[in-house]
Structure formats: structure tokens, C-alpha cells
């Protein structure tokens, strides 16, 4: 495997941002096909499963990956076992000898504080912010969960949330114990965060033994779901630049020039509808896809077949019927 000077397909390298961080160092102001993601990390037991996300996005080759870890996060999961998980995988991929800087970097609050010192420096939660094409936070604890409904921005994460732009997508993975996740609060916020936020919650899973020994619904969705959505949103990402490029390209229409002057043949079609289906990946059963999760929980509709729905056919559409339009028509997708 050459990992030399390469910037994506499967084989490229995960490096970490050189510090202090700004955006423009790490972006290019054109697309350059990589679709960048901040993965937020609370105060959950669940965050012990950072080290894999990282290690699957980071292996993905197409998807760029900064962590934000609140204080209370960084007791499950650090930069120090984040770097030895995503190392590991890459060793067993290759016999070269890879490179100090290997890996994603996992930011706290003192890096915000360490790496500015003066007007005009960066400000790390807006130069991520500027970065990110997506940020999921995963696990979403109930007090950052609480935080972001109320509007709170006491450290990086939520700070990041309340700088970012609406037109940026977010992902919401709660994770919490079975009373946290029942109580009052937790579907006002969630409420909150959907309907005003338009944020797209995923999760929790419907039941199951938690960390802490209840049995509930609480824990967070598996993992491997949440990189698939991640990819998905990469994918959905890559077809709407294509749509924008395409439509850029498209010469005025005749017709609006001069009523009289037929539509040449070769006049542009529309941009195929997306279809973001990653056909090289296993589909997600249903059960995976937490059909029951807080959204019809929160009284959306559930869609009528949803049980019926065949894994192998679960798509973009089974996902604007799982998420409503509310979600669908959010501004940031429409906007992009
Ligand atoms: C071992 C342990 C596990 C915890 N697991 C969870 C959890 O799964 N979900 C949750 O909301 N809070 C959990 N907490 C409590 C949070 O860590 C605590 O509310 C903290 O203030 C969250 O801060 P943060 O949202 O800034 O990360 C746990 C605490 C401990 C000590």
C-alpha cells in the first residue's frame, strides 16, 4: 500500500491538523471530494466507542475526521488510545513504516484556550466549525443534550454547536441511562433540537442491558450505524455538489429568451435524483435503523410498511418516510 502524497481514495492517509488549527489550511476553497466531519464526544460510557469510529472514517479514505471531546468524555476515550486504535488498523494494512503524525486529532477545551493568545489568532470551535461539512455528536450525553437545547456554550463542543451554520448538518446520538433517557426533560429537548434545530437524532437503541446494569432503552445506536450514516450523508454530499456543478454548467434556457425558439434536443436534462445506497456496503437491517427511535417517539408518523420495509430496498426514500419531511426539507440540505 503507497500512501505517499496522497490526498484521497482508499489509500489515504489519516494525518493529523497541524496546530493551532485553521480551517483554510485544512480546506481548499474548491471541493476536493473529501467530506469533513467533527465527531462531538460527551460525558458517556459510550464514548469508549470513539477509537472505532475514528478507526472506520479514518480507513474510508473519502471522509476527513476531527474529535471534540468534553472534559467529562475524555475519561472514556483519549487522543492517546484514538491514535494506538486507528495505528493499529493501519499496520495490518500495510509493511511501511508509518508516520509520527498518523491519526485524527482529538481536541479539548485547553486546546482552545492553549492555542490562542492574542486578537487575530484562531479560534479553534469557529475554525472547526468553518471546516466541518457535518458534526455528529456521539454519544450525546443528557447534560450536553440539555446544553445544546438551552442554547448553553460553556466549552468547545457546545460552542462549536452554537457557532456553527445552519446550512451545516448535525447528527444527534443520544446516550443515557434508561431514566435519564425517560424523563421529562429528554423529550423536551429532543423536541427542541429536531424541530427547531433541525437536527437529525439517531438513536437511542429501543432496549437493551446498559453500562450502568438497567435494562432500557438508552444505549446508544451501534457504531457501525452511525459510521453508515456518516457515509450515507458523505454520499448524499457528493451527489448534491454534482447536482450544483451540473446546474452551473447548464446554459440558459432557450424558451426564457425567446418564447418562439423551440427547446434544442440537446437542452441539459435535470441532475439524476440522488441515491445515496452505498452498493459496495452490506444495508443496514431495520432493526438497525432504529426505526422506533425518538422521532415517532416525539409523535411523528410512523411510515405504514415500515416493518414490511425489505433491508435490502432501505434507501433515501426509506429515510425521508423514517425522518419525516420536517427533516427532509431542512435548510441545510435544501441549501447546500
Ligand atoms: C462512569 C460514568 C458513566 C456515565 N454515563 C453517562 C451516560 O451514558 N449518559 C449520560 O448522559 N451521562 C452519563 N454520565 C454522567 C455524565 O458524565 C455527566 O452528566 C457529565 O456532566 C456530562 O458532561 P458532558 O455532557 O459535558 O460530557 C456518566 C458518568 C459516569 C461517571
Known amino acids: 500500500m503507497n500512501f505517499a502524497n496522497s490526498v484521497a481514495g482508499p489509500s489515504r492517509l489519516p494525518r493529523k491538523s497541524a496546530r493551532p488549527f485553521v480551517s483554510s489550511d485544512?480546506?481548499?476553497?474548491?471541493?476536493?471530494?473529501?467530506f469533513r466531519v467533527v465527531l462531538i464526544t460527551s460525558g458517556s460510557v459510550?464514548?469508549?466507542?470513539?477509537?472505532?469510529?475514528?478507526?472506520?472514517?479514518?480507513?474510508?479514505?473519502?471522509?476527513?475526521?476531527?474529535i471534540v471531546s468534553t472534559k467529562s468524555a475524555t475519561h472514556f476515550s483519549n487522543q492517546t488510545v484514538v491514535d494506538e486504535a486507528i495505528r493499529k488498523s493501519l499496520t495490518n494494512l500495510t509493511t511501511e513504516k508509518l508516520p509520527d503524525d498518523l491519526g485524527v486529532r482529538v481536541w479539548t477545551d485547553e486546546d482552545e484556550w492553549s492555542?490562542?493568545?492574542?486578537?487575530?489568532?484562531?479560534?479553534?470551535?469557529?475554525?472547526?466549525?468553518?471546516?466541518?461539512?457535518?458534526?455528529?455528536?456521539?454519544?450525546?450525553?443528557?447534560?450536553t443534550l440539555a446544553k445544546i437545547a438551552g442554547g448553553l456554550c460553556d466549552n468547545l463542543a457546545t460552542s462549536l454547536l452554537r457557532a456553527l451554520s445552519p446550512e451545516t448538518p448535525v447528527i444527534i446520538c443520544p446516550a443515557m441511562n434508561t431514566h435519564m433517557y425517560q424523563h421529562k426533560f429528554t423529550s423536551k429537548h429532543l423536541r427542541i433540537i429536531q424541530e427547531e434545530l433541525e437536527y437529525f437524532v439517531l438513536g437511542p437503541?429501543?432496549?437493551?442491558?446498559?453500562a450502568c446494569g438497567d435494562e432500557?432503552?438508552?444505549?446508544?445506536?451501534?457504531?457501525?450505524?452511525?459510521?453508515?450514516?456518516?457515509?450515507?450523508?458523505?454520499?448524499?454530499?457528493?451527489?448534491?455538489?454534482?447536482?450544483?456543478?451540473?446546474?452551473?454548467?447548464i446554459p440558459p434556457r432557450a424558451d426564457f429568451l425567446d418564447p418562439v425558439i423551440p427547446l434544442s434536443r440537446d437542452t441539459p436534462r435535470p441532475p439524476t435524483p440522488p441515491t445515496p445506497n452505498r452498493?459496495?456496503?452490506?444495508?443496514?437491517?431495520?432493526?438497525?435503523l432504529n426505526i422506533v427511535g425518538p422521532a415517532y417517539m416525539l409523535g411523528m408518523p410512523v411510515p405504514k410498511n415500515a416493518k414490511e420495509?425489505?433491508?435490502?430496498?432501505?434507501?433515501?426514500?426509506?429515510?425521508?418516510?423514517?425522518?419525516?419531511?420536517?427533516?427532509?426539507?431542512?435548510?441545510?440540505?435544501?441549501?447546500?
Not at 279 to 288: A, C, F, S, V
Request: aromatic share 8%; net charge negative; glycine share 8%.
Open 26 to 34: 485544512n480546506r481548499p476553497s474548491e471541493p476536493d471530494g473529501i
Open 46 to 66: 459510550a464514548s469508549i466507542k470513539a477509537p472505532d469510529i475514528a478507526t472506520a472514517l479514518s480507513n474510508s479514505g473519502e471522509i476527513a475526521l476531527q
Open 115 to 143: 492555542d490562542w493568545k492574542k486578537v487575530g489568532e484562531p479560534i479553534l470551535h469557529i475554525e472547526l466549525r468553518r471546516w466541518a461539512d457535518l458534526v455528529v455528536v456521539a454519544p450525546c450525553s443528557a447534560n
Open 205 to 210: 437503541q429501543g432496549g437493551g442491558v446498559l
Open 216 to 249: 432500557g432503552p438508552g444505549k446508544m445506536t451501534d457504531w457501525r450505524e452511525i459510521v453508515y450514516t456518516i457515509e450515507n450523508f458523505a454520499a448524499m454530499h457528493k451527489i448534491k455538489l454534482e447536482e450544483r456543478k451540473q446546474q452551473v454548467n
Open 279 to 288: 452498493l459496495d456496503k452490506e444495508l443496514p437491517t431495520i432493526d438497525q
Open 309 to 336: 420495509l425489505d433491508a435490502k430496498t432501505a434507501s433515501l426514500q426509506h429515510w425521508k418516510e423514517m425522518q419525516g419531511e420536517t427533516y427532509w426539507k431542512s435548510r441545510w440540505w435544501g441549501g447546500m
